[in-house]
T-cell receptor, first 110, second 115 residues
Framework: DAKTTQPNSMESNEEEPVHLPCNHS???????IHWYRQLPSQGPEYVIH???SNVNNRMASLAIAEDRKSSTLILHRATLRDAAVYYC???????????FGQGTTLQVKP | NAGVTQTPKFQVLKTGQSMTLQCAQD?????MYWYRQDPGMGLRLIYY???????DKGEVPNGYNVSRLNKREFSLRLESAAPSQTSVYFC??????????????FGDGTRLSIL
């Protein structure tokens, strides 16, 4: 299974945009890029996913590089409730299994 | 709209005891999963059920058994608990198993301590 690399931690100020990077240089052509987040003492929560094109939903935007070797999760206006561990995951079309790495711990300062 | 419900939320066991973690989903999903999460680590897949009547091993199945009781319910059993199984256990479900564009929905977890 292809792996992802994320920074261990990031900080942001409240109401500012946040760009969370993810590298996945060994991604295959049929792997989807999924993002989940986990708030303290809760289960993971689906955020967004994409294949090749940029994606937007009510929670976030996903920007995918043209060569698909990296992607960026964008939170347009961070709130204190966005403080969580964010996981970038490649989902194989063959197995469909989510493989969670260490993720990025996002701190949001008031 | 409950989603994925796990019981119990907390449990303390002694080494060698057995117990069953329960999971139920009300979203009419076909696939269900059990993960464990240890401190400072991401989630690891224990077992999954792609559809009712089927179960398969994940990344760390040793010491566990599962039962897909019906479409709604997927239980995880520890036959003889060991301290290494102290963890937070998450159940998840998805519409169709192993379709790469389908998100998984998670419960809030069962925090299990084995003394």
């Amino acid at each position: 299974d292809a792996k992802t690399t994320q920074p261990n931690s990031m900080e942001s100020n409240e109401e500012e945009p946040v760009h969370l990077p993810c590298n996945h240089s060994t991604i295959s052509g049929t792997d989807y890029i999924h993002w989940y987040r986990q708030l303290p003492s809760q289960g993971p929560e689906y955020v967004i996913h994409g294949l090749t094109s940029n994606v937007n939903n009510r929670m976030a935007s996903l920007a995918i590089a043209e060569d698909r070797k990296s992607s960026t999760l964008i939170l347009h206006r961070a709130t204190l409730r966005d403080a969580a561990v964010y996981y970038c995951i490649l989902l194989s079309s063959n197995t469909g299994k989510l493989i969670f790495g260490q993720g990025t711990t996002l701190q949001v300062k008031p | 709209n409950a989603g994925v419900t796990q019981t119990p939320k907390f449990q303390v066991l002694k080494t060698g005891q057995s117990m069953t973690l329960q999971c139920a989903q009300d979203m009419n999903h076909n696939s269900m999963y059990w993960y464990r999460q240890d401190p400072g680590m991401g989630l690891r897949l224990i077992y999954y059920s792609a559809s009712e009547g089927t179960t398969d091993k994940g990344e760390v199945p040793n010491g566990y058994n599962v039962s897909r009781l019906n479409k709604r319910e997927f239980s995880l059993r520890l036959e003889s608990a060991a301290p290494s199984q102290t963890s937070v256990y998450f159940c998840a479900s998805s519409i169709q198993g192993f379709k790469s564009n389908q998100p998984q929905h998670f419960g809030d977890g069962t925090r299990l301590s084995i003394l």
